[in-house]
């Protein structure tokens, strides 16, 4: 079975850019949430999605955005891009929405975001 | 929010020995994880706990869910170079919010 994917795995942009990640979570994963990792915070939670709705969101500004398709893969967006964007974002799907038992997550392999 | 404190931050041990480590929280926690990352890669699942108390283990690793639920450990026998890496604790509640530990960097001298 396939794992997590992230594209793309490594991206560069400017100040102000906007700029969309991809998630495709593991076949008959239908929960996906989404993690900035940078040196000085560690995982911070964004937020899920389970049935293409907003389940959970973590404390970020609304330039973070994110949604979710029928067939379980996601997107993530983060407009008007600031310095302090630059980070890993990863993925990770479950069977299930947090908090039901069957919630284990995978994690993908992360895009790597620079902003200059 | 919820927090994790996870301990310690860093370890440096000569191949061979055992690694233990481990998270606390003042919260409850339903389920506990413990990953492991390599450099530039996610977090790969190592070991996942669902009960108060169950003591689960993945061949040199073995972990445990504290009976409070409010703590988990992560222990490592054996070790070896490829254990090298940043090992993280994570805690599920049943709000639906996962929260993680700051990480242990695991150094392995061969």
């Known amino acids: 079975k396939a794992g997590v994917t992230q594209t793309p795995r490594y991206l560069i942009k400017t100040r102000g850019q906007q700029v969309t990640l991809s998630c495709s979570p593991i076949?008959?994963?239908?929960?996906v949430s989404w993690y900035q990792q940078t040196p000085g915070q560690g995982l911070q939670f964004l937020f899920e999605y389970f049935s293409e709705t907003q389940r959970n969101k973590g404390n970020f500004p609304g330039r973070f955005s994110g949604r979710q398709f029928s067939n379980s893969r996601s997107e993530m967006n983060v407009s008007t891009l600031e310095l302090g964007d630059s980070a890993l974002y990863l993925c990770?799907?479950?069977?299930?929405?947090?908090?039901?038992?069957?919630?284990?997550?995978?994690f993908g392999p992360g895009t790597r975001l620079t902003v200059l | 929010g919820q927090q994790l404190n996870q301990s310690p931050q860093s370890m440096f041990i000569q191949e061979g020995e055992d690694v233990s480590m481990n998270c606390t929280s003042s919260s409850i926690f339903n389920t506990w994880l413990w990953y492991k990352q390599d450099p530039g890669e996610g977090p790969v699942l190592l070991i996942a706990l669902y009960k108060a108390g169950e003591l689960t283990s993945n061949g040199r690793l073995t972990a445990q869910f504290g009976i409070t639920r409010k703590d988990s450990f992560l222990n490592i026998s054996a070790s070896i170079p490829s254990d090298v890496g940043i090992y993280f604790c994570?805690?599920?509640?049943?709000?639906?919010?996962?929260?993680f530990g700051d990480g242990t960097t695991l150094t392995v001298k061969p």
């Open positions: 990770a799907s479950s069977l299930e929405p947090s908090g039901r038992g069957m919630d284990t997550q995978y």
């Open positions: 994570a805690g599920n509640t049943n709000a639906g919010k996962s929260t």
């Open positions: 076949s008959g994963h239908r929960s």
